[in-house]
């Protein structure tokens, strides 16, 4: 499984977008990019997911350039609600799903 | 529609004794996860089970076991237990038919041992 690389943590400001970098240079060809938000004392929650170029949902956009060994979580306008730990995952057809240590972010007012 | 459930909510064991963690996967779904997430960490797989059975596993020890019943709820039991086993237990679920890795989970219990 490919490993990932994310910022450990953010800083933002209510009404901001917010761009978090995740890289993914041993992704292998079958493999998804998967996005999952989780904030304290509950379970990680689906976000978003590509396999290339762009993704966009109500909740967020997903940015893959063409060689896939990275992609970016958009995250527009956001609010205080959107506090809280992304993780970026890469694999394919595993319910192993590996979690890497994610991207804290801190939204202020 | 019920999302995943798990019970208890939170746990205090002491070192040795034996825990079993509840969860009930969301309606529909068949498929069961458990992870372990300590804290400031990412969670952490340590098996799966469908049809009853463990399908995959991670890097736990048998100390860490699981049963899967009929109406596709499941169990976590974890014998002997360590101060290093104290975390967030997840649980994990999805049909058979979604992909492997868009997965809902539950709450979580907080399992902590002195």
């Known amino acids: 499984l490919a490993k990932t690389t994310q910022p450990i943590s953010m800083d933002s400001y209510e009404g901001q977008e917010v761009n978090i970098t995740c890289s993914h240079n041993?992704?292998?060809?079958?493999?998804?990019i998967t996005w999952y938000q989780q904030f304290p004392s509950q379970g990680p929650r689906f976000i978003i997911q590509g396999y290339k170029t762009k993704v966009t949902n109500e909740v967020a956009s997903l940015f893959i350039p063409a060689d896939r060994k990275s992609s970016t979580l958009s995250l527009p306008r956001v609010s205080l609600s959107d506090t809280a730990v992304y993780y970026c995952?890469?694999?394919?057809?595993?319910?192993?799903?590996?979690f890497g240590t994610g991207t804290r972010l801190q939204v202020f007012p | 529609d019920a999302g995943v459930t798990q019970s208890p909510t939170h746990l205090i064991k002491t070192r040795g004794q034996q825990v079993t963690l509840r969860c009930s996967p969301k309606s529909g779904h068949d498929t069961v996860s458990w992870y372990q997430q300590a804290l400031g960490q990412g969670p952490q797989f340590i098996f799966q089970y469908y049809e009853e059975e463990e399908r995959q596993r991670g890097n736990f020890p048998d100390r860490f076991s699981g049963h899967q019943f009929p109406n596709y709820s499941s169990e976590l039991n974890v014998n002997a237990l360590l101060l290093g086993d104290s975390a967030l237990y997840l649980c994990?679920?999805?049909?058979?038919?979604?992909?492997?890795?868009?997965?809902?989970f539950g709450p979580g219990t907080r399992l902590t041992v002195l």
């Open positions: 994990a679920s999805r049909t058979r038919t979604t992909r492997t890795d868009t997965q809902y």
């Open positions: 041993n992704i292998a060809t079958n493999d998804y």
């Open positions: 995952l890469v694999g394919s057809y595993t319910d192993k799903l590996i």
